[in-house]
């Protein structure tokens, strides 16, 4: 008699199949922090990339102009510049527009010169090989913003849709908040920009303008350490202790020989975001970043920027001044010899702030 085999089966059980998709969701989640990490890595380095084109374009600037590109004021007041003394880190006397404006040619037509109210980055144009966007710019470099606003806030069509672009040099691909963006002073602001707002390009990167505070100190913070004792702050003076703040004009920008703590020692430009409302890529206000807060500080998480002061109030804005970066651990700077650093979050203040002051002959703590 014949027998007859009984075929066996070929699928997987239910319990087979559930150990399957328990294996591949374990690879999965042993593979996901791999690839995002791996990510970050290119993200970070195209950063590094950006930042680095930046900075060679201000030295190059320097290296062709005899100085670092400089930045002319948005301010409409009638003192817009501080005397200032850097020997003893001390502010003087207001100075008035006559006086603050004297070097500036009238402007077309013969209309009263004075700042346009562009920033050092839209003067590096030309070596970011963005030279069709910076003949756009060029008229009204020679314009004045503040009350006249025939400068980079002139309501002129071509001039408003050459202030929207992009340039993918000075994005970073960590920063979600990359523009352009109708968010940012003082683009913002109506008081400054007719018809505001107005979109335009952000920057990632921004100008070194050193240690000191931005209108008052943090009172979350201790005077002495993070700022000086008394208080000193430039950004708005006729000298400043970094390499680029909002009245560089006045003495015509900083020369190399005047970096003696080191070029390869001293900051240059160095990552931020345009998360704090304040990096319109050409605004001579949106351009640069101070030392004297916390690198990286959260300061969505302090008591002054919450609620309805955010990024905004009165008592927020002097908070928000300082470099940041959405890379794990710390944030990439340039130097001023074009070489580009990671500083981790955990650098002694001290340090940091010595690192940012291109004179001040601090001796480093190890």
Same mark, same amino acid.
């Given at each position: 008699m014949k027998r007859t085999r009984t075929p066996s089966p070929t699928g997987f059980t239910?319990?087979?199949l559930l150990v399957v998709i328990a294996i591949i969701g374990i690879l999965i989640s042993l593979l996901l922090p791999?690839?995002?990490?791996?990510r970050e890595a290119a993200r970070r380095a195209n950063c590094v990339a950006n930042l680095k084109n930046v900075a060679l374009a201000a030295i190059n600037h320097h290296d062709q102009m005899g100085h670092f590109p400089v930045d002319e004021d948005y301010y409409?007041? $009638?003192? %817009?510049?501080? *005397? !200032?003394?850097?020997a003893d880190r001390t502010a003087g006397r207001? !100075? =008035? !527009?006559? *006086?603050?404006?004297?070097?500036?040619?009238? =402007? %077309?037509g013969g209309a009263p010169g004075g700042p346009d109210g562009g920033g050092w980055i839209v003067r590096v144009l030309p070596y970011l090989e963005?030279? %069709?966007?910076?003949?756009v710019f060029a008229p009204?470099?020679? @314009?004045?913003?503040?009350?006249?606003?025939? @400068?980079?806030?002139?309501?002129?069509?071509?001039?408003?849709n050459a202030l929207a672009q992009q340039p993918a040099v000075l994005n970073c691909p960590s920063d979600e908040f !990359? @523009?352009?963006?109708?968010?940012?002073?003082?683009?913002?602001?109506?008081?400054?920009v007719v018809g505001a707002p107005a979109l335009v390009a952000t920057t990632s990167y921004k100008g070194n303008a050193g240690d000191g505070d931005f209108e008052q100190p943090s009172p979350e913070n201790p005077i002495g350490f993070w700022t000086y004792d008394p208080s000193f702050r430039c950004y708005n003076g006729t000298d400043c202790v970094g390499m680029f703040w909002r009245t560089t004009y006045y003495k015509g920008g900083v020369k190399m020989r005047q970096?003696?703590? =080191? $070029?390869?020692?001293t900051f240059l430009v160095g990552e931020a975001s345009p998360l704090d409302n304040n990096s319109a890529a050409w605004s001579s206000d949106g351009d640069w970043a101070i030392t004297g807060i916390e690198l990286n500080w959260n300061y969505q998480e302090s008591g002054f920027c919450t609620g309805t002061n955010g990024t905004g109030g009165r008592d927020c804005w002097p908070r928000i001044r300082g470099f940041r970066s959405f890379h794990p651990g710390g944030v990439n700077f340039a130097m001023v010899d074009g070489s580009v650093s990671f500083i981790t979050n955990n650098i002694d203040h001290l340090n940091y702030r010595a690192m940012s002051t291109r004179e001040g002959g601090e001796i480093e703590l190890q």
């Open positions: 239910l319990v087979e791999a690839v995002q990490s791996a409409a007041g $009638t003192t %817009p510049l501080r *005397e !200032i003394n850097l207001w !100075i =008035g !527009i006559a *006086e603050a404006y004297r070097k500036f040619p009238a =402007g %077309p963005e030279q %069709p966007l910076m003949d009204f470099l020679e @314009g004045r913003w503040p009350v006249l606003r025939t @400068g980079l806030n002139a309501n002129d069509p071509a001039l408003r !990359i @523009g352009p963006r109708t968010d940012q002073f003082p683009f913002s602001s109506s008081a400054n970096v003696t703590d =080191g $070029t390869s020692k």
